[in-house]
Each structure stands twice: as structure tokens, then as C-alpha cells.
């Protein structure tokens, strides 16, 4: 991971972006480098990395033909979550591998949170119930789903 600026995506490389940092991630004077709780605009904001990459996101859902796949984010971040409708809204194809598939994204509704999955519903080009090691091991059905995402 680069620790100073400029941060760059390489060329034919797929980005991974973890927007909240990681567990073991740290700063350069050894703070760890995770945000969680509340607060975490602001908290993203204040990294230079984090900012970065926040922004290499939001513009790479935007992109003419870009493709989202969501792996184990429970759609409970409206930071997230806008920058993912307003990718829906320019065209962005959403994959979820989630054990309740497609309904993930209503799942905002027993949280009393607002319910965003109407906008995205139109975006959806597959999903997942299934156990992503069992999918990529011994589950042909569901590994053809996902890699039907890469076509």
C-alpha cells in the first residue's frame, strides 16, 4: 500500500479499494489507519490515502460500462451508498454476493434507515447467496454466475 501521495491505479489492473482502511493498516506516525463507527466522512477526509481513494471510487462508478461486485458490505454506510446510487444512476451494473443476494440492499429498512435499493433495482446484473469459497470451489452454477459478471 503507498503511504504518501501520488497514490496511482496501475494500468489493466483491477482496483480493489478499501474505503474504510484495514486492521492492519498505519499512518505514518504508527496510528492505525480503520474507520469505524461514527463519523467517517469526516474521519476519511482527514487521510490523505482514505480521501484518495474515496474519490478514485466515486469516479470509477461513473465510468462508461463500470461494474460494481459487492462482497460482504452490508449497505449500512450513506457515504457508500450515495456514491453507489449516483453510479446506478450513470449506468453502473451492481453484482451482490451477499447470503440474502439481492434483497441486501432492503435490508436499510429494518435498520430505520432510508431505503436506497429502489434506485439501484435497474442496475442489478446478478447475485449471490451462496458462500463465496464454496462458488469458487465446488459450486459451478454459482461461480458461472460470477464470472458471467467479468463478461
Known amino acids: 500500500m503507498p503511504t504518501k501521495p501520488p497514490f496511482a491505479v496501475a494500468d489493466r489492473k483491477q482496483p480493489y479499494f478499501k474505503l474504510h482502511g484495514s486492521s492492519n493498516w498505519r499512518t505514518g506516525d ?13 474521519n476519511i477526509a482527514a487521510s490523505e490515502l482514505l480521501s484518495w481513494y474515496e474519490q478514485e471510487f466515486r469516479n470509477a462508478l461513473r465510468e462508461p460500462g463500470a461494474r460494481l461486485m459487492v462482497i460482504g458490505y452490508g449497505f449500512a454506510d450513506t457515504h457508500i451508498n ?35 435499493g429502489s434506485s439501484l433495482r435497474e442496475s442489478f446484473i446478478g447475485a449471490s ?3 463465496l469459497r464454496t462458488t469458487l470451489t465446488t459450486d459451478r452454477v454459482e461461480r458461472a454466475k460470477v464470472m458471467h459478471f467479468f463478461s
Not at 30 to 42: E, P, R, T
Not at 83 to 96: N, T
Open 30 to 42: 504508527g496510528s492505525s489507519l480503520l474507520i469505524m463507527g461514527g463519523n467517517k466522512s469526516a
Open 82 to 116: 450515495d456514491d453507489i446510487r449516483e453510479g446506478a444512476s450513470a449506468g453502473m451494473k451492481l453484482f451482490v454476493i451477499d447470503p440474502n443476494g439481492v434483497d441486501a440492499i432492503d435490508t436499510l429498512r429494518s435498520r430505520n434507515m432510508y431505503n436506497f
Open 129 to 131: 447467496r451462496r458462500d
